[in-house]
């Protein structure tokens, strides 16, 4: 059955320190991975998508098939980055599975 | 923001009662998800509409059913509540079935409480 892992709760890091929200996969074959954010009183949003590669608020994402990893990697973080992260995977769309989440909070 | 709303916003219902719950997607978005997010957990696929069929279905019972209308809107049923149906219900709607491109835009959730 698919699953996704996302170990680390709660992350804390200091303002312009590096940060990286691992996510961990499994899933027998080619998925489409995610990352969803939630600001604050905001709702769920997406924030990057592996097929786009792209970088978006600074993140960016690497697809590791033989770790079966997405881990989400922003080399300096800001205090408006607070806010829930979830690893999410969907096989061609018709099963979307999210993980548990990590909530990174970037101190001043 | 984006134009997903959801009805009612909170709702308090008791064990073996029925609820729906009401979504209303963008304008032009065809596939409708539904998901359920417990407390301090991730969202839970239930279903998935596209263009009044269901399209996919996550690992849940019967007793949760959905509905999708052709004026951009869907309806998610829970009959014979029990306890554990306390959670945030979420809708998503998305332009079609292009899981890989095609963004989900999720509305601000239904928070349902079974006494």
């Known amino acids: 059955a698919q699953r996704v892992t996302q170990p680390e709760k709660l992350l804390s890091v200091f303002k312009g320190a590096p940060v990286e929200l691992k996510c961990n996969y499994s899933?027998?074959?080619?998925?489409?991975l995610f990352w969803y954010v939630q600001y604050s009183r905001q709702r769920l949003q997406l924030l990057l998508r592996?097929?786009s590669r792209e970088s978006i608020k600074g993140f960016t994402a690497d697809l590791n098939k033989g770790e079966t990893s997405f881990h989400l990697k922003k080399p300096f973080a800001q205090e408006e980055d607070s806010a829930m992260y979830y690893c999410?995977?969907?096989?061609?769309?018709?099963?979307?599975?999210f993980g548990p989440g990590t909530r990174l909070s970037v101190l001043p | 923001e984006t134009g997903v709303t959801q009805s009612p916003t909170h709702l308090i219902k008791t064990r073996g009662q029925q609820v729906t719950l009401r979504c209303s997607s963008q304008?032009?978005?065809?596939?409708v998800s539904w998901y359920q997010q417990a407390l301090g957990q991730g969202p839970q696929f239930i279903f998935q509409?596209?263009?009044?069929?269901?399209?996919g279905r996550g690992n849940f019972p019967p007793r949760f059913s959905g509905l999708q209308f052709p004026n951009y809107s869907s309806e998610l049923n829970v009959n014979a509540l029990e306890l554990d149906d306390s959670a945030l219900y979420l809708c998503?709607?998305?332009?079609?079935?292009?899981?890989?491109?095609?963004?989900?835009?999720f509305g601000p959730g239904t928070r349902l409480t079974v006494l």
């Open positions: 509409y596209y263009r009044e069929e269901e399209n």
């Open positions: 899933y027998s074959g080619s998925p489409e």
């Open positions: 592996h097929i």
């Open positions: 999410a995977l969907t096989d061609y769309g018709q099963n979307f599975v």
């Open positions: 304008s032009g978005h065809n596939t």
């Open positions: 998503a709607s998305s332009l079609g079935l292009e899981s890989s491109t095609d963004t989900q835009y």
